[in-house]
């Protein structure tokens, strides 16, 4: 077993900042992930972030991701990056069990930062196993990683930020998106968003879900129909379109079991799809140089995970005993990226999930 | 399958991989994974449900789901979404939950 200073597990825009940070401050940092490439999902994001210039924001998600991964390039003797690895158990001493193709290995780490993402949720409709229903995120690797359309004609399911994004850029490969539903009354992304998709003619259906897929080796068919104030289905309202695919974006579940394995406290948090490890406000978890941060704390845009990777870093480094230059200031100052990031109608349903954990907002 | 026009994306031309899939062979681009060769293949169908025998594709397409599950060169419960795809590789459906050992 090896012993290592800071294990960041998880390589997407949260764990990217953490590792940076802690490099910074002067510690030995081993960034864990399992993809081949890291990123997490900025490595598909091809649309500009909002924000503000701090978190990026006019950039697009690959671009940010270059960005975060050459600021970590001059730490080459520091960094360690063990890429297509899967941390396949925690133990409460920061052991973690790793696997890399057909090798096992424990490493040891004095502090470690989760940052770990979340997964997409599925959506119980008849036949919603059936080849063709996709997450909307797997749609998105599929197109703007590896250059292939999922299908030719696509039934949307849900109005998030994702879900509207998704369906402009299937658009933009060439993909008839041919209708959106939306079990809400209201759309639940940003309107500028669905402003660019409604241009391009896509109808929004509010108050409409998906009831089966139709098909027999894969989807031939959707059937939507209408729901009342119980988001109940109609009877009678059925109509079907004809897709190659239906696309799930009904939001996302944090990634926590690693954390759980080793006893970090969580809640039930709704509005975060799951539960989530309860942190101080320096980000760490109930267990004592364990911290936490992006979607696996809170499930919100790419930009605030940055922003929690930072923090997360700066007080991980500080708790091995580096001098972290400002800190203080600088801690400061990122908690107020988080309050403006949060900011007005879009992030109600965050700053309500935070108040369960009793996080001011 | 594959998007040839795109106005973000660069797709530049890349090199064949030939691989086989059910005995039979098809070409993926570098850089794919195993699943995203199949699909560009026109390929949705990846394994069979355990019980019920139910065709089943990818679903998350970033290694959580295990909707993708096949068995790779006689290795079973890969997950082909998040493998890179290899010159020559043997990619099988898988049946049931997959034998470890080898027949």
């Known amino acids: ?361 | 399958m594959r998007i040839k026009e795109h106005p973000i994306l660069e797709l530049a031309e890349k090199p064949p991989i030939p691989f086989y899939f059910n005995g039979k062979k098809l070409y993926g681009i570098e850089g794919d994974t195993i699943a995203s060769a199949l699909h560009a293949n026109g390929v949705k169908k990846l394994s069979e449900s355990i019980h019920l025998k139910r065709p089943r594709g990818f679903y998350c397409a970033i290694g959580n789901c295990a909707s993708c599950n096949m068995v790779v060169d006689g290795e079973p419960n890969v997950r082909t979404c998040i493998t890179p795809l290899k010159e020559g590789m043997r990619v099988e459906n898988q049946q049931g939950k997959g034998h470890i050992h080898a027949k």
């Open chain 1, 1 to 361: 077993m090896q012993n290592k200073e800071a294990i960041v597990i998880g390589g997407g825009p949260a764990g990217l900042t953490a590792a940076f940070e802690l490099l910074q401050a002067g510690a030995s940092v081993c960034l864990i992930d399992r993809n081949e490439r890291l990123g997490g999902q900025l490595t598909k994001q091809t649309h500009m972030f909002f924000g503000s210039e701090k978190q990026y924001a006019s950039h697009r998600g690959i671009d940010i991701l270059e960005i975060l991964t050459n600021a970590l390039g001059k730490y080459g003797n520091k960094l360690e990056i063990l890429t297509q690895t899967t941390v396949v158990g925690m133990y409460r001493d920061k052991v973690l069990a790793c696997v890399k193709g057909d090798k096992f290995f424990k490493l040891k780490g004095e502090k470690i930062v989760f940052a770990t993402g979340a997964s997409e949720k599925a959506l119980p409709f008849e036949n919603n196993d059936l080849p063709g229903v996709y997450a909307a995120g797997a749609v998105q690797t599929l197109m703007n990683e590896y250059g292939i359309k999922p299908g030719e004609k696509v039934l949307m399911v849900g109005s998030g930020n994702i879900g509207l994004i998704v369906s402009y850029q299937l658009m933009q490969a060439g993909v008839e998106v041919v209708g959106l539903v939306e079990a809400a009354d209201r759309i639940g992304g940003y309107l500028v968003h669905a402003s660019k998709i409604k241009r391009l003619g896509v109808d929004i259906l509010t108050k409409t879900s998906v009831k089966r897929a139709i098909g027999k080796e894969s989807v031939e068919a959707a059937e939507i129909w209408d729901l009342d104030e119980q988001w109940q289905g109609i009877e009678g309202t059925e109509r079907t379109l004809e897709v190659d695919t239906i696309c799930v974006a009904v939001g996302l579940a944090p990634l926590t079991e690693l954390l759980q394995q080793m006893g970090v406290k969580v809640q039930y948090v709704r509005e975060f799809g799951g539960n989530v490890p309860v942190l101080d406000e320096n980000y760490q978890t109930s267990v004592e140089g364990v911290y936490a941060c992006g979607d696996l704390v809170n499930i919100e845009e790419a930009s605030s995970a940055m922003v929690e990777g930072r923090i997360a870093g700066i007080n991980a480094a500080r708790s091995l005993g580096y001098d972290v230059e400002n800190a203080d200031f600088r801690i400061k100052a990122l908690h107020h990226e988080l309050k403006d990031l949060r900011g007005g109608p879009p992030g109600d349903k965050v700053r309500k999930g935070l108040k369960k954990l009793g996080v001011a907002t």
